[in-house]
Structures are given as structure tokens and as C-alpha cells.
């Protein structure tokens, strides 16, 4: 089972930053969290992933809480091209396999 | 960098035919390679882990004399549906663990729908 609950769906404006929340309390101290997406009909693509500091790339921030116990994902300036389904994965004991949950469908509106 | 790609994008065959599908990470190595499914509105389910120059680990569920794999290299696994029936009917995913980045790197999948 996935480790981490996320919010069904979200709405975003577009233009606005774009604020993905995601739990996983049950998180020990090694484990990584990362960030994919998937849009309709292609493979999840890499986002960002992080162990306790915060992140940044070309593609998005992580905001990882003090405690581990929940993250952000912030996309910066969202644009139409971002609607997609957003999944948040802790990454088990090293291991290189990733369970995913349900994830988040965020839809950016114009 | 990491780009994984898959073969054929998709294909459609008859019932009780196997087809065969392509993973290649192109730009880096990779020694463990997975494979997905995923139905209609669903999430990713992991099907088996394929390691180069050994075995293949199913999850629980997952027949593998249905789904053979075989990770022949460190830049290619093959996954083949033998004697495939519509319920086999799926988008298939694979994906490449880069040592490098610690990451795993997904291929554009692979839609199957069997007649």
C-alpha cells in the first residue's frame, strides 16, 4: 500500500502557483519522497524528490515539513499544460520500487 | 537525460496471440527495470521487477508464465503477454532505475487491447 494520502482533485487558475499537498506521517528518517505526474495516456514523468530539505529545479518546488510528516509540491506559475494526475511517493527502506496511490488530478483552468 | 522508451506505442492483436513489448533506458544503464499496468481511471500497479542477467520478481498475483520477462541487458527488458485474452487489455508502463539520481525514469507506455 502507498504510504502517502493526497487530495482527490484540485483546481488551479491559470497562471497562479499551484499548492499539492500530501501526507505521509508514517515516514522514517531514510526514506525519500518523490513527486511524478502523469498526463492522460503517458507515462509518469519525473518531478522532483527530496529527503528533509526543501528542493527546487526547472519544473517545481518541495516544501518538506520539519517533522517529514507532509510535503508540498508547488508549481510555480501553472499553465493548461500542467493538468494532469500529480502522485507523491515515499520511497520505502532503499528499495527502488515505488507504490503509487490514487494521486491527485489537478486541473488548471484558464 | 533519462529517457526510457517503449515499443510499439501500441498494438492490437487477436485473442490467444503473444506480443512482445520494449523497454530501452537510452541514455543510461539500468540494472533494475520494472513493469506496470494501469486500467482505465486507475493508478499504476507494479506487475513484476526485472533485475539484468537474473529472474524476474512478480508481485503477488501475477502469472508469470502469462508475462514473461527477460532484462537480457543493462538497456533493454522485453515484456511478453503469451496467449493474450481481452481482459489483458491494458496500458502498459515500464520504467529504469538510474543509479545516478536515485530515481526511477518512465517509458510513454504501451496500450494493448486484444480482439
Known amino acids: 500500500d502507498a504510504k502517502t494520502t493526497q487530495p482527490t482533485s484540485m483546481d488551479c487558475a491559470e497562471g497562479r502557483a499551484a499548492n499539492l499537498p500530501c501526507n505521509h506521517s508514517?515516514?522514517?528518517?531514510?526514506?525519500?519522497v518523490y513527486w511524478y505526474r502523469q498526463i492522460h495516456s503517458q507515462g509518469p514523468q519525473y518531478i522532483i524528490h527530496g529527503l528533509k530539505n526543501n528542493e527546487t529545479n526547472e519544473m517545481a518546488s518541495l516544501i518538506i515539513t520539519e517533522d517529514r510528516k507532509s510535503s508540498t509540491l508547488i508549481l510555480p506559475h501553472a499553465t493548461l499544460r500542467d493538468t494532469a494526475v500529480y502522485y507523491c511517493?515515499?520511497?520505502?527502506?532503499?528499495?527502488?520500487?515505488?507504490?503509487f496511490g490514487p494521486g491527485t488530478r489537478l486541473s488548471v483552468l484558464p | 537525460g533519462a529517457v526510457v522508451s517503449q515499443h510499439p506505442s501500441w498494438v492490437i492483436c487477436k485473442s490467444g496471440t503473444s506480443v512482445k513489448i520494449e523497454c530501452r533506458s537510452l541514455?543510461?544503464?539500468?540494472?533494475?527495470m520494472f513493469w506496470y499496468r494501469q486500467f482505465p481511471k486507475k493508478s499504476l500497479m507494479l506487475m513484476a521487477t526485472s533485475n539484468e542477467g537474473s529472474k524476474a520478481t512478480y508481485e503477488q498475483g501475477v502469472e508469470k508464465d502469462k508475462f514473461l520477462i527477460n532484462h537480457a541487458s543493462l538497456t533493454l527488458s522485453t515484456l511478453t503477454v503469451t496467449s493474450a485474452h481481452p481482459e489483458d487489455s491494458s496500458f502498459y508502463i515500464c520504467?529504469?532505475?538510474?543509479?545516478?539520481?536515485?530515481?526511477?525514469?518512465f517509458g510513454p507506455g504501451t496500450r494493448l487491447t486484444v480482439l
Open positions: 541514455d543510461f544503464q539500468a540494472t533494475t
Open positions: 520504467s529504469a532505475f538510474r543509479d545516478f539520481t536515485d530515481t526511477q525514469y
Open positions: 508514517t515516514i522514517s528518517g531514510n526514506e525519500y
Open positions: 511517493i515515499v520511497r520505502v527502506n532503499y528499495g527502488q520500487n515505488f507504490v
